[in-house]
């Protein structure tokens, strides 16, 4: 089985930053696309920022210029540097990873459990 654990969420003011890591664990063979999800109570589950094994990277449209994705392949793990919080940045950040296990095995995605981020005005 595959863990993703993040770390990194809190409290914050509005324009202060937050950098959150995702680190997997377990059998793994190859992690391929990787990403931040975010969920406010009450709304759909968005998509923050993506990158994928080339380093192409993807961001919402809402954080672009502010957020940043980034991946250490050695460290099995993804961060998400956020600059210049908003309040509506406030949500439970949720790490998300395409992961083949093993070289018999097809890719499974995987989420995190998930670390709170809010930000006050």
């Known amino acids: 089985q595959v863990q993703l654990v993040e770390s990194g969420g809190g409290l914050v003011q509005a324009g202060g930053s937050l950098r959150l890591s995702c680190a997997a664990s377990?059998?793994?063979?190859?992690?391929?696309?990787m990403g931040w999800y975010r969920q406010a109570p009450g709304k759909q589950r968005e998509l923050v920022a993506a990158?994928?094994?080339?380093?192409?990277?993807n961001y919402a449209d809402s954080v672009k210029g502010r957020f940043t994705i980034s991946r250490d392949n050695a460290k099995n793990t993804v961060y998400l540097q956020m600059n210049s919080l908003k309040p509506e940045d406030t949500a439970v950040y949720y790490c998300?990873?395409?992961?083949?296990?093993?070289?018999?095995?097809?890719?499974?995605?995987?989420w995190g459990q998930g670390t709170q981020v809010t930000v006050s005005s």
């Open positions: 998300n990873a395409d992961i083949t296990e093993t070289y018999f095995t097809h890719e499974y995605n995987y």
């Open positions: 377990g059998i793994i063979f190859s992690i391929n696309a």
């Open positions: 990158i994928n094994s080339g380093r192409t990277t």
